[in-house]
C-alpha cells in the first residue's frame, strides 16, 4: 500500500470548482510510524471541533453541521486509514463529501472553514512532491521503491512483476541456445540472445507497473547498469522517467542507499525547475508581462489573465475579493465568513487554466505573497 496520495491536477481543478457552505480543509502534521497515528487522530478530532464552534457563530444551520460532524467522524474511526500515513494529511470535507490526500512535504498544520477548500498548501505538494519511485532492475531481481523527502524508503507490492529474465521469458536461464521460431530463424543465442530476453524482461515489468504509476505525476528514477537501463528506457511507457539515473547494479545496494541516491536527484531536478520558472518570469517583466502588487495579481486573476502564478506557501491574508472585478477587501479576522485572498486568487488562476506553483518565501519573484505571468494586462 502507498503511503502517498499525490493529487493531480484535475483533482486539485475539482477542489478548487466547490462552492458551497460549509466547506472545511484541514491540514494534520502527521507520521508514518503507526505508533504516532492516534496523535493525528485526536489533532482531527480537535479540528472538527474548533471548525463546528465557527460555523455556529457565523449561523450556520444545525443540520449542515452535524452532517458534517458525521462525515469526519466516520474517518477518525476508520483505524485502516490510519495506519498508513505520510508526513502531512490534507482533508476536504462537506456535509456530505470527504477527500483525503496524503502528502510527502512537511506542512503546517492549518484549518480554514468557508464556502470554498483552502488549497495553497496542497499546491505544495503538486508544485514539488519531493517523493519518487526507484525502478530498482537487475537481470536476476527487480524491485519498486517509494520514496520520499524524509521517511524510510518503502517496498511497493507491484502484482505480476516477473522475478527476474528467466522468469519473464518462461527458461530455467537465459544463457545458452534456445528454440524459438520467430527470432533469427528459429534459434537465438548469445549475447544477441542475451538482449532480446532482456528486452522482453524490459515489457513485462513496464506491463506490470502501469496499473500501478496509472494516474500518477511522480517522477520514476531508474537504478541499473548498462545494457539493462538502455533496454529498459526503450520500452518504458511512463512519462515521467528521469533522464538521470542511480548508475551500477542495484542488487548490490540496499534500499535506503538507493533512496539517498534518489533524494539528491529529486533535488536537482526540482532546483533546475525552479531556475527555469524564475528566468521565465523574469522575460515576462522584461516585457511588462508579469505582476507582483496583490491587488493588480486579483484583478488579473478575476479576469482570466493570468498564465503563471507563483504564491507564497506560508503566507496568509485574511479578506475577501470580489466576484466581478477583483478587488481585495482586507480582514483582520479569519473565521467562517472570510476567506484567504491568496488562495482565492489561486482558485482563480486554477478555474482559467493557469499553471501554479506554490514556493518558499525566498524563491518568490518580487518578495510578496504573489507574482504571476499574464496573458494580457488589465
Not at 121 to 147: C, D, K
Not at 321 to 336: I, Q
Not at 347 to 366: C, K, Y
Request: charged residues 25%; hydrophobic residues 40%; negative net charge.
Amino acid at each position: 500500500m502507498l503511503h502517498t496520495d499525490i493529487p493531480t491536477r484535475d483533482d486539485v481543478d475539482t477542489l478548487a470548482a466547490v462552492r458551497k457552505h460549509p466547506c472545511v480543509s484541514i491540514y494534520l502534521s502527521t507520521s508514518p510510524l503507526p505508533q504516532e497515528s492516534e496523535k493525528a487522530r485526536m489533532e482531527l478530532k480537535n479540528r472538527l471541533t474548533e471548525a463546528v464552534q465557527q460555523l455556529r457563530d457565523a449561523g450556520t444551520e444545525k443540520g449542515p453541521i452535524e452532517e458534517l460532524q458525521e462525515t469526519l467522524d466516520d474517518l477518525i474511526m476508520d483505524s485502516d486509514f490510519w495506519r498508513s500515513l505520510s508526513y502531512s494529511l490534507a482533508i476536504f470535507a462537506t456535509p456530505d463529501s470527504v477527500r483525503t490526500f496524503r502528502l510527502p512535504n512537511r506542512l503546517s498544520g492549518a484549518l480554514e472553514v468557508s464556502d470554498r477548500f483552502y488549497l495553497k498548501p496542497l499546491l505544495r505538494a503538486v508544485t514539488f512532491p519531493q517523493a519518487a519511485f526507484v525502478l530498482a532492475l537487475a537481470q536476476n531481481s527487480v524491485r519498486l521503491l517509494e520514496i520520499s523527502a524524509e521517511s524510510p524508503v518503502y517496498a511497493v507490492s507491484v502484482p505480476g512483476l516477473p522475478s527476474d529474465v528467466a522468469d519473464a521469458v518462461g527458461l530455467p536461464s537465459i544463457n545458452g541456445r534456445t528454440q524459438d521460431s520467430h527470432i533469427m530463424g528459429g534459434r537465438i543465442q548469445g549475447a544477441e540472445g542475451q538482449k532480446v530476453r532482456m528486452r522482453q524482461y524490459a515489457r513485462a515489468i513496464d506491463r506490470a507497473l502501469r496499473p500501478v504509476l496509472s494516474g500518477l505525476d511522480l517522477p520514476l528514477i531508474l537504478a541499473a547498469a548498462e545494457p539493462l537501463s538502455g533496454i529498459y528506457r526503450s520500452v518504458n511507457s511512463y512519462p515521467n522517467l528521469t533522464e538521470a539515473i542511480i548508475p551500477g547494479n542495484p542488487e548490490e545496494t540496499p534500499d535506503e542507499e538507493l533512496g539517498r541516491a534518489a533524494r539528491g536527484i529529486l533535488d536537482e531536478l526540482y532546483a533546475a525547475e525552479l531556475d527555469g520558472l524564475k528566468d521565465r518570469m523574469a522575460r515576462r517583466a522584461a516585457h511588462g508581462r508579469a505582476v507582483t502588487d496583490l491587488s493588480d495579481v486579483a484583478r488579473a486573476a478575476t479576469y482570466g489573465a493570468v498564465d503563471t502564478l507563483f504564491v507564497d506557501i506560508d503566507q496568509s491574508v485574511p479578506g475577501l475579493v470580489d466576484e466581478e472585478t477583483g478587488a481585495v477587501t482586507l480582514s483582520a479576522e479569519d473565521d467562517a465568513v472570510t476567506y484567504g485572498v491568496v488562495d482565492e486568487i489561486l482558485r482563480r488562476a486554477l478555474l482559467s487554466g493557469a499553471e501554479i506553483f506554490a514556493v518558499r518565501a525566498d524563491d518568490m519573484p518580487g518578495g510578496g505573497a504573489v507574482a504571476a505571468g499574464v496573458r494580457f494586462m488589465v
